[in-house]
């Protein structure tokens, strides 16, 4: 349990802080309205992956007892992974100039993130493999994975959406970028992790 409760944060807090579509949505409506406006951007994560994960899950188990396909899969969870830590040592400060755009609600975010890649990439190449590896071991494990990972995820937007109202400078400062340069290197590891379990998978690794 304390494996997935670590790699739910680790993972959880690297979506959360990442820049991207949804993030700089929270951005923007912070700055042209308010907090709360910016916390139910955040939000939209609860209603768009359920679908997502239930798909990933299904589609996973139909292809349980092919330990190739498997070990396929779990090697595309770590390039994926991977990426996203190269991403993650890249980061520069966030633009927090007004981009313009209409007012949007919890419905704009919600279409946003559904129309992003990176959730169906993440749930079919490392999400749902670890929630299947976790429940295994017990339902328990694979619930704090869950758990943890939308607690961080969502939790880190909303975050900085108040550190937006406040504070401004927070974005584009040190501090942001010393945070994602270690959750990059953290990323790198869980990688690692994932090229391992697909080498076993493909029997290269006992």
Not at 83 to 94: M, Q
Request: positive net charge.
């Amino acid at each position: 349990m304390l494996s997935a409760l670590a790699a739910g944060t680790i993972l959880g807090l690297s979506a959360g802080l990442a820049p991207g579509p949804l993030l700089a949505l929270v951005i923007t409506q912070t700055l042209k309205h308010n907090v709360r406006e910016g916390v139910k951007v955040a939000a939209a994560p609860f209603i768009t992956d359920l679908p997502i994960i239930l798909l990933s899950l299904l589609a996973l188990k139909q292809v349980a007892d092919f330990d190739s396909l498997l070990g396929l899969i779990s090697l595309g969870g770590g390039l994926y992974v991977l990426h996203l830590a190269y991403g993650s040592f890249r980061t520069v400060p966030v633009d927090l100039q007004d981009s313009g755009q209409q007012p949007r609600s919890l419905r704009k975010g919600a279409l946003i993130n559904l129309l992003n890649p990176h959730p169906y990439l993440f749930w079919v190449t490392v999400g749902a493999p670890f929630i299947l590896k976790a429940g295994k071991e017990s339902l328990w494990s694979a619930l704090a994975f869950i758990c943890s990972f939308y607690v961080l995820l969502v939790g880190s937007k909303v975050s900085l959406a108040l550190l937006t109202g406040k504070s401004r400078r927070f974005m584009i400062g040190k501090g942001y970028l010393y945070a994602m340069r270690v959750l990059g290197a953290l990323l790198a590891l869980f990688a690692i992790i994932l090229f391992r379990d697909g080498l076993v998978f493909l029997g290269i690794l006992t």
